[in-house]
């Protein structure tokens, strides 16, 4: 006696494996990726950047002289007098950073300004 052994194959069992597709990123996961780049350059910008150091000393206090505006001065004018030998834009510079002025045009009449003395 014979035996007839009879064997059904699916199809789909027969096909090659599905090969992986390569990554896509959706347009939400191009921002967070972007985000935790940004992050990072933050956090290593933070915590490689940082050159200044608090101490308990004192600064040193330039020396300084009081100026007042008249009428018609430019702050051009009152550093070109103030460092006659220096570079007068740098004057100009230390003169708005010591009055906190915002622009060289913001001069009042008969306002006083703190003008460095240079040696």
């Known amino acids: 006696m014979s035996t007839i052994s009879i064997t059904t194959y699916d199809r789909r069992s027969l096909r ?20 935790a780049i940004i992050a990072a350059l933050a956090v290593g910008a933070v915590v490689l950047g940082s050159s200044t150091v608090a101490t308990d000393e ?7 002289r009081v100026v007042t505006v008249q009428e018609g001065q430019t702050l051009w004018q009152i550093a070109a007098e103030a ?3 220096g570079d007068v834009r740098d004057t100009v510079d230390d003169i708005m950073r010591m009055n ?5 045009g913001d001069l009042q009449l008969g ?3 703190a003008v460095p003395v240079y040696q």
Do not use: H, I, K, M
């Not at 906190?100 to 060289?104: E, G, I």
């Open 83 to 85: 460092n006659p030998e």
């Open 16 to 35: 090659r494996p599905a090969v992986a597709a390569p990554v896509r990123l959706t347009r939400r996961g191009r921002l967070v990726l972007v985000l």
């Open 58 to 64: 004192a600064g040193a206090v330039p020396a300084t």
């Open 100 to 104: 906190s002025l915002p622009s060289a």
């Open 111 to 113: 306002s006083d300004l």
